[in-house]
């Protein structure tokens, strides 16, 4: 099982359409939760922390947790072309040293 | 969030040489990473860079390909020893600014080997 999984994608969506997605983990004891947008050649940046379960919401983008699932989403409203990219999910494992682990990403594409 | 200036920003090597990546960031920091990003993948831990002590490298990833220096809070190196062309890859610097914080990226490393 890998550590932290994403569905590839592509996800193509409409201009102005809501964009979905989805990202489970295995480490039950990991506390916090991030989500990177990627675009091609450039470095992750990120976009949004999340902690505690539920939503938490910044502008166009929601952070939804659940860690009895062991799921996290991210929620893209009103999707523009600009937000074609990839989006990473990135999780902090329990245990030593703290490192962050990376899901394969998931290839986000808004068409007009 | 800090600023982090990584360089080279890209370099085309030949096989068997060395390539020494630095990570310089305008703070201090707790905690450095080093990744590698595949061409078409997501990121890959290669280890903790510790201030003072050995890095800690993660399962794949050992000392002698792969050594690491951080002598203070605010400074980096990852080499790439004896370089094969399946080294080819983007090496990430990222920092942290304590336990569960958001990680922070430099403009990466491009480095092809041929």
């Known amino acids: 099982q890998k550590e932290v999984e994403q569905n590839s994608g592509p996800l193509s969506v409409p201009e102005g359409a809501i964009a979905s997605l989805n990202c489970t983990y295995s480490?039950?004891?990991?506390?916090?939760f991030f989500w990177y947008r990627q675009y091609s050649g450039k470095s992750p940046e990120l976009i949004m922390s999340?902690?505690?379960?539920g939503d938490k919401e910044d502008g166009r983008f929601t952070a939804q947790l659940n860690k009895a699932s062991q799921y996290v989403s991210l929620l893209i409203r009103d999707s523009q072309p600009s937000d074609s990219a990839t989006y990473l999910c990135?999780?902090?494992?329990?245990?030593?040293?703290?490192?962050?682990?990376f899901g394969a990403g998931t290839r986000l594409a808004v068409h007009p | 969030s800090a600023v982090i200036s990584q360089k080279p920003s890209r370099d085309i090597c030949q096989r068997g040489t060395s390539l020494t990546i630095q990570c310089q960031v305008d703070?201090?920091?707790?905690?450095m990473f080093w990744y590698r990003q595949q061409p078409g993948q997501s990121l890959t831990l290669i280890a903790t860079?510790?201030?003072?002590?050995?890095?800690?490298?993660e399962s794949g990833f050992v000392i002698d390909k792969f050594p690491i220096s951080r002598p203070n809070l605010t400074f980096s190196t990852l080499t790439v020893s004896n370089m094969s062309p399946e080294d080819s890859s983007i090496y990430l610097c990222?920092?942290?600014?304590?336990?569960?914080?958001?990680?922070?990226f430099g403009q990466g490393t491009r480095l092809t080997v041929v």
């Open positions: 990222s920092v942290r600014g304590h336990q569960n914080a958001e990680a922070f």
């Open positions: 480490d039950r004891g990991s506390q916090s």
């Open positions: 999340i902690y505690s379960n």
């Open positions: 990135a999780v902090n494992f329990s245990g030593g040293y703290n490192k962050l682990i």
């Open positions: 703070s201090q920091v707790t905690m």
């Open positions: 860079a510790n201030q003072g002590s050995e890095a800690t490298y």
